[in-house]
């Protein structure tokens, strides 16, 4: 059990940023990336939607005999997370929202405000301001959707000028009309575009729930004795859709370290989740 691998999956190639985290802390562990790139932007889409999306993939990282599953996605987070641990009671869960939550309530104080960037779906959930203020109700927030992001990184649209002109378009009148100090980004698409940001808002802290996620993983392995004990082996990418973009964002996130990987398309075919059973 200890040296099977961690399931890690997302609606594209966002929780790639939380896949170079994991594997630079816990360098023994072999992990399954599941990456719906040929579904996403899940953001924008029914919580209904998005739920059977995350059951077949969740089945499917099961079906690869995965001793733990970390959702790498806020938007998989915010609707999916307390249903899959139900369904799942024997694998830990581990979900993006709440260790970045935890951050934000141990840094921050009444003094700063919080701004809080997502997918609609996250946003219009609140799942951020509910857990944020669960560990620290003085702290002021404010959250923003910014939906054109995650389609524009998922085409490789990151560091260019429609790029700076889509985050102007969303946080100018965002961070200064609230006067934002401090900006959580509520997708782990967004790590992709921090330089950008900071280009642009050299002022803000940025809080990124894609590196907070590591440690959590990290104290969740060692509580259930899960920590593996032999050497990895290659990790494994599945996409549905092993498109060009997403091999070109594996090597830009790894460039060249010493990860061993194996690159696998999944047919979609092949997922059926437990309600079509």
Do not use: W
Not at 43 to 54: L, M, N, P, V
Not at 90 to 113: L, S, Y
């Amino acid at each position: 059990m200890k040296n099977q691998p961690i399931g890690v999956f997302d609606s594209g190639v966002g929780g790639l940023t939380a896949i170079s985290n994991i594997i630079r802390e816990l360098p023994n562990e072999r992990l399954i990336y599941f990456g719906d790139t040929a579904r996403t932007p899940y953001g924008s889409k029914a919580k209904s939607t998005i739920t059977s999306f995350a059951n077949q993939i969740v089945d499917f990282l099961v079906s690869n005999h995965v001793k733990m599953i970390v959702i790498a996605c806020n938007t998989i987070t915010s609707i999916c997370l307390e249903q899959l641990k139900q369904q799942y009671p024997n694998i830990p869960i581990v979900g993006i929202i709440e260790p970045a939550a935890r951050k934000v309530a141990k840094v921050c104080t009444p003094h700063n405000r919080i701004g809080i960037i997502g997918t609609k779906v996250t946003i219009q959930a609140k799942t951020y301001i509910h857990s944020i203020l669960h560990f620290n109700p003085n702290l002021k927030l404010f959250d923003m959707a910014c939906p054109i992001f995650v389609p524009l990184i998922e085409e490789g649209i990151v560091e260019n000028s429609i790029m700076e002109l889509s985050v102007k378009y969303y946080l100018d009148d965002f961070i200064s009309e609230n006067k934002i100090d401090t900006l959580v980004l509520g997708c782990t698409h967004y790590p992709l575009i921090r330089p950008t940001i900071e280009k642009l808002y050299p002022h803000l802290n940025i809080i990124d729930p894609s590196f907070e996620i590591m440690q959590s993983v990290k104290e969740t392995l060692s509580q259930k004795n899960l920590l593996a004990e032999q050497p990895k082996y290659e990790n494994i990418f599945y996409a549905s859709d092993l498109s060009e973009n997403f091999m070109n964002m594996i090597a830009s996130i790894f460039g060249k370290t010493n990860v061993r990987t194996d690159f696998k398309n999944f047919d979609l075919d092949g997922l059926e989740s437990k309600e079509n059973k």
